[in-house]
């Protein structure tokens, strides 16, 4: 870690998007940088002015690449970058990015100087934290802004808002910390029934009160994530930290939709190979497939090595603008899909894996069904073996 963050390094210059040509290999992921520029137009014109925007761009913001997403939030006037790691945060600080850093993650005390002399925010979530933090501070003679983590009802990092009362005496009496931010996050924002989420509203607005009282005045209180922020207007105090609506995908079906908000991302690849089997023939690793009638089958050179699901006789992929179901098991490096319905199709032909083609869709969500996950778990799992190009 002191490596990695060693204090000796000089800023670098904003990195250039060195984005490999899709021809590097017959699979990749594309990044429209138009349409991440109109979600987040789209959001920030849906806001009021009042709230200020902390994108989270964790996880390589979700795949999508972090400085790419970055950028795009930095052109909308974002107050904050959010990120979960130290090495994210870096990756941010090294591309010359001058916005806050709020990290949104737990805190080793081993990661707390590093933290303290780039000026990124920490979200304290320990008391321990606070204790070290605020000794770092006088140390160094500085004051270092941080953020307070309330948990409201989420139940797993933060101090309890019932016990809030019970450390205000020492958190107040810390010396060298400004509480910039006061935080808390919603375990079920997304979902038709509001009413947990209104729950922890009530503790968060509650415990505003209490930190106000105790002499903690913070200038950010923020709560929001997609879910809020499309639905819980009320949560939205003065900074809100959506991630995966920005890359034009909803958080769940029930959310509010905002018109012309679409996907980012898309992964394609090309057919690598186009045979036939005859009935009775299996295909791919285990036999998990026979072919009952003569088939017509195509190659895909992507596998879960990549990150795609590990389906088996379930998913479709578009060639054509039409949809073809995959079949058999999915392997490391390639899978089959079924071409029997599409006669034109030919090797090398284009082959969505995720996004549009014709006038069909394969969307995160879909994928999420076949893989019995969520949507996120799709778009952050696509790995760093896909290159990345950026269109638009
Ligand atoms: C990941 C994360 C977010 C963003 O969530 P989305 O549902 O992608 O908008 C917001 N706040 C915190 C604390 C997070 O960890």
Redesign the pocket.
């Known amino acids: 870690m002191s490596q990695v963050l060693s204090l000796l390094e000089t800023d670098s210059e904003p990195a250039a998007v060195s984005a490999p040509a899709p021809a590097s290999r017959s699979a990749w992921v594309e990044i429209d940088v138009a349409q991440l520029r109109t979600n987040f137009r789209l959001i920030r014109e849906d806001l009021p002015a009042r709230v200020g925007l902390a994108p989270?761009v964790?996880d390589n913001a979700?795949g999508h690449g972090a400085l790419t997403v970055a950028r795009a939030a930095v052109e909308v006037g974002a107050r904050f970058l959010?990120v979960?790691t130290l090495e994210e945060a870096d990756e941010l600080r090294r591309a010359g990015f001058r916005t806050p850093l709020l990290l949104?993650?737990e805190r080793h005390p081993d990661e707390l100087p590093a933290c303290v002399a780039h000026g990124w925010r920490v979200?304290v979530g320990e008391l321990a934290i606070a204790r070290e933090l605020s000794r770092l501070a006088v140390e160094a003679g500085r004051t270092v802004a941080v953020h307070l983590k309330l948990d409201t009802g989420m139940g797993r990092f933060g101090v309890r808002w019932d016990e809030l009362a019970a450390a205000l005496p020492e958190l107040v009496g810390l010396p060298g910390l400004e509480w910039e931010g006061v935080?808390s996050?919603f375990a079920m924002?997304?979902e038709a029934d509001k009413s947990f989420a209104l729950l922890q509203l009530e503790r968060y607005q509650a415990s505003l009160q209490s930190l106000i009282e105790a002499g903690i005045r913070s200038r950010f209180q923020h709560l929001?994530?997609?879910?809020g922020?499309l639905d819980l207007a009320a949560a939205h105090f003065n900074l809100v930290?959506?991630?995966?609506?920005a890359l034009g995908v909803f958080?769940s079906r029930v959310c509010r939709r905002l018109p012309g908000i679409a996907p980012v991302m898309s992964v394609k690849a090309r057919l690598v190979s186009v045979r036939r089997l005859q009935p009775g023939d299996p295909c791919g690793y285990g036999l998990r497939y026979h072919a009952s009638t003569p088939r017509r089958i195509g190659i895909v050179p992507v596998g879960y090595g990549d990150g795609f699901p590990r389906l088996r006789n379930v998913g479709e992929v578009l060639v054509r603008g039409r949809r073809a179901p995959l079949i058999g098991s999915v392997a490391m490096d390639a899978f089959a899909v079924d071409l029997t319905d599409v006669p034109d199709a030919q090797l090398w032909d284009e082959v969505v894996l995720q996004g549009r083609q014709g006038g069909e869709e394969i969307t995160a969500q879909d994928l999420a069904r076949w893989k019995g996950s969520v949507s996120?778990d799709i778009l952050a799992g696509w790995r760093a073996r896909l290159p990345r190009v950026c269109v638009g």
Request: aromatic share 8%; proline share 8%.
């Open positions: 989270v964790k979700y959010a979960n949104l993650g979200c935080s996050h924002s997304d929001c994530n997609s879910g922020v930290r959506p991630g995966i609506l958080p996120y």
